[in-house]
């Protein structure tokens, strides 16, 4: 058992499959009680009712107060997890944008408003980032969805350099490839770049884990993604010309 999360209020937004239900069974198994968030309702339904937690559905950016009155007055734990796919390149419609940047990005930044206030109040509060490795280096075939994940690691950094001396304690999951709903909906993309690596959503959840215990703010399930960022930082333009190349193998498939 986890101690740091034992009988603590834990919410999980786009906790109906995938990473979020995994996320969800494992804060329950570890002692805590959970809010399953999802816009499904029924799915948010029946994880909520296997684990014994209960299902708080609707638009991630808008649940917090009633998360919290579910679980008795106090979050101690928000797993910003809910994302969207977002595929497409620059020409991408303006809406399509527009809606990758309100749920992987504003709506981290709106359950933060809501709740930073209590947790600067008292000392203590743990946040979740469910990034992704595109938003450490890219993915190819997805600008808004590379876009705005960079932009959720960036606001889940900020947060914890501003934050942390406070009390404020954040992590950021960056995966690949996850057997889910989503990667499937990445197509060919990603079945060239993330398919071959994928891993089940537990092990991340397992990842996520091991960094609460050592107090960690990165989570990366795939570690060999600590090397690409590493290039990328180190030689731009090796790594560019290295995704360059992966870019042009997708468009002969296509």
Known sequence: ??????????????????????????????????????????????????????????????????????????????????????AGSESADEKVWALAWDVNVMAHVRAAQELLPAWLERGSGRFVSTVSAAGLLTMIGAAPYSVTKHGAYAFAEWLSLTYRHRGVQVHAICPQGVRTDMLDAT???????????????????????????EDRFLILPHPEVAGYYQVRAAE????????NHIQQKWEATR
Request: one cysteine or more; aromatic letters at 4%.
């Open 1 to 86: 058992m986890v101690e740091a999360v034992q009988d603590a209020g834990v919410v999980v937004t786009g906790a109906g499959g995938g990473i979020g239900a995994a996320l969800a069974r494992r804060f329950a198994a570890e002692g805590a009680r959970v809010v399953v968030n999802d816009l499904d309702a029924a799915k948010a339904k029946a994880v909520a009712e296997e684990i014994g937690a209960i299902a708080v559905p609707g638009d991630a950016s808008t649940i917090v107060a009633e998360a919290r009155d579910a679980l008795g007055g106090t979050i101690d734990v928000y797993c910003a997890n809910a994302g969207l796919p977002s």
């Open 187 to 213: 197509g060919s993309a990603g079945d060239l770049v993330l398919q071959p690596t994928a891993i089940e959503p537990e092990t991340v959840a397992d990842a996520l884990f091991a960094g609460i215990e």
């Open 236 to 243: 731009p333009d090796r790594w560019l010309t290295n995704m």
